[in-house]
C-alpha cells in the first residue's frame, strides 16, 4: 500500500468515525462543524464533574418553556446560563449558582428559533457548549 492510499483511507476512515447524522439532547453528534443535537422534549439534563459538564450540546423546542435539570457532582460552585451566541456576555438565562454534591431543577421561559451557547459562569471558559432551539 503507497502512502497515499494509507492517508486517503485514515481520512475516510476518521470521516466515518466522525460522521453526522442526528443526535439527541443525551446523545450529541460532534464533528468538524461542531455540537449537534435535536430536541426530543421540554426538559434537558445535564451535570457537572470534574470541571466539565458531562454533554456539550442540549436541545429543546421552540417557543415553549423548558426545564433543564442540572446536577453538580462536586464540592465547586457552578451553574447553567444561556448566551446570545459564542462571543456574547448577555445572558438570556442564568441559573442560580448551585454547590454541589446538590440537583436543581432551572425553569427556563421559552426561546426563538436559533443556536446559542451555554457555560458556567464561575467556570465560563471549561465548561460550555451548544443549546439549540428548534
Known amino acids: 500500500m503507497t502512502k497515499t492510499m494509507f492517508v486517503a483511507m485514515a481520512i475516510g476512515l ?3 468515525a466522525c460522521g ?3 443526535g439527541n439532547s443525551d446523545n450529541p ?3 468538524a462543524a461542531g455540537a449537534t443535537c435535536t430536541a426530543s422534549g421540554n426538559q434537558v439534563s445535564i ?4 470541571l466539565k459538564y458531562d454533554k456539550t450540546c442540549l ?3 421552540a417557543n415553549q418553556d423548558f426545564t433543564i435539570n442540572f446536577d453538580n457532582l462536586e464540592g465547586l460552585p457552578h ?9 456574547s456576555s448577555a445572558s438570556l438565562f442564568s441559573g442560580d449558582i ?3 454534591p446538590k440537583k436543581t431543577a432551572y425553569q427556563v421561559k421559552a426561546m426563538a428559533p436559533g443556536t446559542y451557547r451555554f457555560n458556567c459562569s ?3 471558559t471549561q465548561m460550555k457548549g451548544t443549546f439549540i432551539v428548534q
Open 79 to 87: 451553574n447553567v446560563v444561556i448566551l446570545k451566541d459564542k462571543g
Open 29 to 31: 453528534t460532534i464533528g
Open 122 to 124: 464561575v467556570h465560563p
Open 20 to 22: 453526522g447524522g442526528s
Open 59 to 61: 436541545a429543546v423546542p
Open 47 to 50: 451535570s457537572a464533574d470534574n
Open 98 to 100: 448551585v454547590t454541589g
Open 14 to 16: 476518521t470521516a466515518v
